[in-house]
């Protein structure tokens, strides 16, 4: 279920400073980033809307209708299987986008894409968001340069799923997820953690069990919440440090 909440005014979004500063009505970094005169286009044909847990925002295989810059939400990119199996294979909060094939001109996607932590984004159609990235220079620029992080995350957590063990992946997973919705506690079931790490519901509590012990997180009915992120950053596999040197990299070499 989509609960809309209103269309969105350009100029009233951006003289508001409670909007820009604080309140966290506007947090994706993309376009927290375009210029005024792309704003003014670009917000034009946007929608604020509330996604709820679990919401399929996109489907492998079927033609994208919407694209979407999460603020408060974080979504989920899965890998299908013809049994029916998933797998993660990357995350979006507020510093993305959902919809990259659409930006580069493809109709379909080549992922299921669902609501991991419910909240709000900036919803706008397939065919706005082609004029778009055609008509706004910097939009382009920023949807380009977060293809290029996505893509590295992606390869990242592909050798990670490959290498590593599932304690250590779950702490990598907990950062991620983390860092994309800026809450201590997360709202995660075992079973949705299981699907996103691509195993066994068993292996993810035998997982959960030793970061518990540790003391670095506790988790509850419904939610996981991380007691020591310091320490959870050590637990981790080298996945998550690789991936913060390399977008620290990248973001000194656009300054």
Known sequence: MVKKYTSVHPPT??????????????RNKILLGLPRKEC???FAKLTLVDLELHHLMQEAGQEIEHCYFPNTMMASVLNVMTDGKSVEVGLAGWE????????????TSASRVVTQAEGNAF???????RRAVRACPQLTIAVMRYTHEAAMEVTQIAACNRLHEVDQRLARWLLMSQDRIRLRVLPLTQEFLS???GTRRASVSVASAILRKKGLIEAGRGHVSILDRKKLEEASCECYGAIQRQLESWRKDSQ
Not at 16 to 25: A, E, P, W, Y
Not at 96 to 107: D, E, I, K, M, W
């Open 13 to 26: 979004l951006f003289q508001s400073k409670t909007l820009r500063n604080g309140d966290g009505k506007l």
């Open 40 to 42: 003014d286009a670009v």
């Open 96 to 107: 993305g986008f959902v919809g990259l094939p659409a930006t580069a001109g493809f109709r």
């Open 123 to 129: 919803r706008i159609s397939a065919g706005d968001m």
């Open 195 to 197: 699907q996103m790490l």
